[in-house]
């Protein structure tokens, strides 16, 4: 049965579990997500852990909801399909079944559902199906689809149809509030690992080395001023980093001179660019490297280091930290905290990528060298020594 029109209802009776399923084969990202009041007051939400807190649910203990996944990755078009299994409404008050256009919300579009084919079935165990096609032309990236009601005899869907946006749902339906298109993890300790899923197929991740602009003891002023060591002397934090391709390919990328692929390149192999050295330390950015996230599959690793090139160690007085920006995901922060070691190169994170998913691993090693480092993590480079001039 399809519930055409707003405010249509329908019995669905009592059942072991409960299937909502979001299909579409349009070039979109959308999200299948619920969230909910419990009779005791309790708000929440399941939605694709992708996003920042986001959790899958639990389909044997509380909420008694389940997501199968997230689907669309990267607005690919195709057979999408999420499903929602739902084992117990008891507890519940209000259970609101939603859709988010994250392609759209992400990039701050405002479009209608009607651009694109999707709808919502919901299937008892029974073998009853009811549908409620998204086929609204009211502009906004939050399809708040049915709503489902617990009752002491039998349990009721209502077409509650009606689009929205981000904020006006965060404000009205229970649980919202905690929904985060992207916000920021931090790696506090040795061995903590996240792993990011870029929920775009274009683009670039951005990773960043940033450190204290007017560090304690100084007396050099300026935005964004060098760091000093002992003596006084100026030191030149870089940052670079050791990659591994699918087909086997090793090298270094910093802003040396010498050397295989001294910067990189974005849009051929490695897909890895070094953006530039920051050499007075005027730029309030930093140093960055970019990945192309349009070919991460054909990457298998890559370590980030920083280096101090001149001055003497000094790494209390840096505060250096490394983000990395995936986009719709959380920033990634890597701190490289106070530390007093007395070797000037620093392994921090180690990133893998296992298809379309990369894994960041906080390492926070020193070493004497960069090829220290390579022998310490397997890489097996040839090395020389490498200017700037």
Known sequence: MELKQKGAKAEIGVFKQLKVSLIWTSAVDLDLMAFYKTKDGRTGGVYSNNYAGGSLGDLNQ??????????????????????????????????YICALNFTDASSGSNKAFADYDARVEVMTDHGEKHTVVLDSQQLGPIALICKLTSGFISSSLTNDSEVMSLDEFKNRIPGASQLKLASKVTLKSKGDSYSLKPKVSGGEILINLNWNQEPQGTQ??????????????????????????????????????QGFLKQGSLNEPPYVYHMGDDRTGSLSEGENIQINIAHINELRKLLIFTFIYEGVPNWTSTDAIVTIKVPGQPTLEVPMGAQSDPKGFCAIAMLEFEGSEIKVTKLLSFHNSHQDCDQMYGWGMEWVAGSKD
């Open 62 to 95: 509380f909420p008694f909801i389940q997501l199968s996944g997230d689907e669309g990755v990267g607005a690919v078009g195709g057979d999408n399909r999420e499903d929602l299994r739902i084992a117990n409404l008891d507890d519940y008050e209000e259970l």
């Open 220 to 257: 050099k002023k300026g935005f964004f001023s060098k760091v000093f060591g002992g003596g006084g002397e100026a030191i030149d934090l870089d940052l670079g980093c050791f990659f591994e391709m699918q087909d086997g390919i090793i090298a270094c990328i910093q802003p040396l001179n």
